[in-house]
């Protein structure tokens, strides 16, 4: 069984901001912008958990701007199906069924003082990964309508042979509260650097002493871990 660590949402290379956390633990998971300009949900028109439009979360000086913004909603947890045509993302075609993808995202206190960190915020217990060439068309439109990169079909026409797709099945989720998985370090330059905290290795490994999980490509779980990583997971609320 593998398991792999995987950032998702927005962040400041990507929209800007951190996702909000609150008080209590909980979250929202904000999309990234869609920088296509075809989806239809936007951080406007789009509430979270909490009723809010995602629009709400953006500092108040960029929310005019930002109302009519579509947004990539990828992975979503509706069906879970999760998408990527880029080359660090390849890998995961080789995911199997009953493997965990386990996503993480930057999250910041809101109206109240945490600072920014990297939190796991869901995962999905693999039913099906592949190329998307690699399956049939009807399977593709059936089990991934709901994906961004198949749902909008000058996208998928364009990304399609080198479309990595990724289904969820039963025990996959959304998590109701944020878990905490980075440190603080300093990379050579002495510039701040969020890296897998202590405890999180403990229960992920240490990638071989690769532990900056800040801007990374996915983060494959070493075999000798991966029945204590799923059982970590499966008890986070």
């Given amino acids: 069984m593998s398991v792999v660590l995987l950032r998702v949402g927005i962040d400041s290379g990507s929209g800007g901001m951190q996702g909000p956390l609150f008080a209590d633990g909980s979250f929202e998971l904000v999309p990234i912008p869609d920088s296509l300009g075809v989806g239809r949900r936007t951080y406007g028109n789009t509430a979270g958990r909490n009723g809010v439009p995602l629009?709400?979360?953006?500092?108040?000086?960029?929310?005019?701007l930002l109302s009519d913004q579509a947004m990539h909603v990828d992975p979503e947890f509706e069906t879970f199906t999760y998408g990527d045509p880029t080359r660090p993302?390849?890998?995961?075609?080789?995911l199997e069924q009953g493997d965990i993808l386990a996503f993480y995202a930057g999250l910041e206190g809101w109206l109240h003082d945490v600072p920014a960190g990297l939190y796991l915020v869901g995962y999905f217990v693999?039913?099906?990964?592949?190329?998307?060439?690699?399956?049939?068309?009807?399977?593709?439109?059936?089990q991934f309508a709901k994906?961004?990169?198949?749902?909008?079909?000058?996208?998928?026409?364009a990304q399609r042979q080198r479309l990595v797709l990724v289904k969820g099945c039963t025990g996959s989720r959304l998590l109701?509260?944020?878990h905490l998985i980075s440190a603080m370090a300093t990379n050579r330059a002495g510039q701040?650097?969020?890296v897998l905290s202590p405890e999180a290795q403990a229960v992920f490994g240490d990638f071989g002493g690769h532990i900056s999980i800040?801007?990374?490509?996915?983060?494959?779980?070493?075999?000798?871990?991966a029945d204590r990583a799923k059982a970590f997971?499966?008890?986070l609320l």
């Fill in 214 to 225: 800040q801007r990374s490509p996915p983060r494959w779980v070493d075999e000798k871990c």
């Fill in 126 to 142: 693999v039913e099906w990964a592949g190329l998307a060439t690699s399956a049939s068309q009807g399977f593709v439109s059936e």
């Fill in 55 to 64: 629009v709400e979360y953006f500092p108040h000086a960029r929310r005019a």
């Fill in 89 to 94: 993302k390849a890998g995961l075609a080789r």
């Fill in 176 to 178: 109701e509260k944020a």
């Fill in 147 to 157: 994906n961004f990169h198949v749902m909008h079909e000058k996208v998928y026409v």
């Fill in 233 to 235: 997971l499966n008890s």
């Fill in 192 to 194: 701040p650097l969020k």
